[in-house]
């Protein structure tokens, strides 16, 4: 089968086994950024995807296993940086590779800031966007090369924003497909139990090449991010879902 998947750091444990285990060979496999796997699926360019969630929704896709990517709390790799206080935010400029993360910081700052900012969509170049915005989102390896304490900015880690406005965790992407695909499944969750196994390869191999702090890769991978998907992670998207489909009359897509 062929598979589009992210190129973040945190889905290499899920595919590690594809790219270098026991699974390599069983799928062909190409990274995308997340938005980019989600067009590709509807193009039907490929038969399953690691894509956001709210694509999956959009799309009536079908999850495929019960690995995602998520966190319950503060995840690091999603960042809402400004340089005025929070309520004070007018202008946004958005990283537009993840559409689940751009509707999120929506909800974030519509729900908890009562903030609908005009926005615009810039490459992650946190200096370049706050010289054209009062506020900047930075997802995915970006974000974990940032310092959110930076002195004189305001962050928001969206992950920690969305467990204080929900108590849920947070569900960014899962595996889909346009059909149950049991086999695949089982060769995804194998990629997986490999991937968790080898933890400190990945960072070994991956942390320099993007740029990333060896120990923060490692507490990221291990930690903040889950892959396993509970009844409560899934409690969280389906709320998730509801209130980013209640958004997208103020904010069209």
């Known amino acids: 089968m062929h598979l589009s998947a992210v190129s973040y750091l945190n889905t290499r444990p899920l595919v590690w086994g594809l790219m270098s285990g026991p699974q390599s060979g069983q799928v062909q496999l190409d990274f995308d950024l997340p938005s980019v796997c989600a067009q590709r699926l509807a193009n039907k360019e490929v038969e399953a995807g690691l894509v956001p969630v709210i694509e999956a929704a959009r799309q009536h896709l079908t999850q495929i296993g019960g690995l995602g990517i998520a966190c319950t709390g503060a995840v690091r790799s999603i ?11 007018r202008t946004l400029a958005l990283d537009s590779s993840s559409r689940s993360s751009v509707m999120l910081a929506r909800i974030i700052l519509d729900q908890g800031y009562k903030v609908i900012p005009e926005t615009n969509v810039m490459p992650p170049d946190l200096a370049a966007m706050l010289g054209k915005s009062d506020a900047a989102l930075i997802i995915g390896d970006p974000a974990l090369r940032l310092d959110p304490n930076a002195d ?14 929900t108590s849920l965790p947070m569900v960014f992407a899962i595996w889909a497909g346009h059909k149950q695909e049991p086999d695949l499944a089982k060769i995804l969750e194998a990629s997986y139990e490999y991937g968790k196994a080898n933890l400190s390869d990945i960072v070994m191999a991956e942390a320099a090449e993007r740029n990333i702090w060896p120990g923060l890769a490692y507490e990221y991978m291990d930690s903040i991010i889950q892959y396993e998907l509970t009844e409560n ?3 969280g998207m389906k709320l998730y879902i509801e209130e980013a489909m209640k958004m997208e009359e103020k904010y069209p897509v």
């Open 79 to 89: 960042q809402l940086i400004s340089k005025v206080p929070i309520p004070e935010i």
């Open 233 to 235: 992670h899934k409690r």
């Open 152 to 165: 004189g900015l305001h962050a928001l880690d969206l992950g920690e924003e969305w467990f204080k406005l």
